[in-house]
């Protein structure tokens, strides 16, 4: 079993679209957790973190159930410029470093 | 803004080849990564580097794959004979604490 799991998609919305992906992991020794964004042959970038009573940022709404080890990402107002790969990624420490997981990644595609 | 910078951004080489692939991190950073992502394909973690050695490797990181920081500011990767299976995006990370991760855009490299 992969250690982070997503829905690769495509998800194909229409631009102004709520649209919701879904990660979960294996590891309960996971402890933080984050969404990234990958724009076509770009490096990741940091969206947001994952905080267990759940964030806002802006149009974007992540919530954490750990007893589940499930994480979501929530994109509201779909913009055309929200097409990328969203990548979950969760961190553990150990061997005195901090070591980040990524999934699969889910590709979204807002449509005009 | 601080950023890493990655060093060539592609390279081609023959099979069999050694290539280095530099990258310099931020600058007060203490924590360093090196991940591929072959295309299409998710974002794989190598090797994580701190206080000057290897803190965690994966099973992909094998006797071809070797890093340093030789000068307290330049992070490399040497691959010492490059197989086709090589050819990926090799991305460069850095982090100061347990923060963000920030990328580099990443060396291509294709071995023919």
């Known amino acids: 079993r992969k250690e982070v799991e997503q829905d690769p998609g495509p998800f194909n919305v229409p631009e102004g679209a709520t649209v919701a992906f879904n990660c979960t992991y294996s590891?309960?020794?996971?402890?933080?957790f984050f969404w990234y964004r990958q724009d076509c042959r770009k490096e990741p970038k940091l969206l947001m973190s994952?905080?267990?009573s759940g964030n806002e940022d802006g149009r974007f709404t992540a919530q954490l159930n750990r007893a589940s080890q499930y994480i979501s990402l929530l994109i509201r107002d779909s913009k055309l410029s929200d097409s990328a790969t969203y990548l979950c990624?969760?961190?553990?420490?150990?061997?005195?470093?901090?070591?980040?997981?990524f999934g699969t990644g889910t590709r979204l595609k807002v449509l005009a | 803004e601080p950023e890493v910078t990655q060093t060539p951004s592609h390279q081609v080489t023959q099979m069999g080849q050694e290539v280095i692939l530099r990258c310099v991190p931020i600058?007060?950073?203490?924590?360093f990564y090196w991940y591929r992502q072959i295309l299409g394909q998710k974002v794989e973690f190598l090797v994580s580097?701190?206080?000057?050695?290897?803190?965690?490797k994966s099973e992909i990181f094998d006797d071809q794959f070797s890093v340093e920081r030789p000068d307290g500011s330049n992070f490399t990767l040497k691959i010492r004979s490059t197989k086709l299976e090589d050819s990926a995006m090799y991305f460069c990370?850095?982090?100061?604490?347990?923060?963000?991760?920030?990328f580099g855009e990443g060396s291509r490299l294709t071995v023919l």
């Open positions: 990624v969760v961190r553990r420490s150990g061997s005195g470093t901090y070591k980040y997981i």
């Open positions: 590891n309960s020794a996971s402890q933080s």
């Open positions: 994952v905080y267990s």
């Open positions: 600058s007060n950073h203490l924590y």
């Open positions: 580097f701190y206080n000057n050695e290897i803190s965690e």
């Open positions: 990370a850095s982090m100061f604490r347990a923060g963000e991760l920030f």
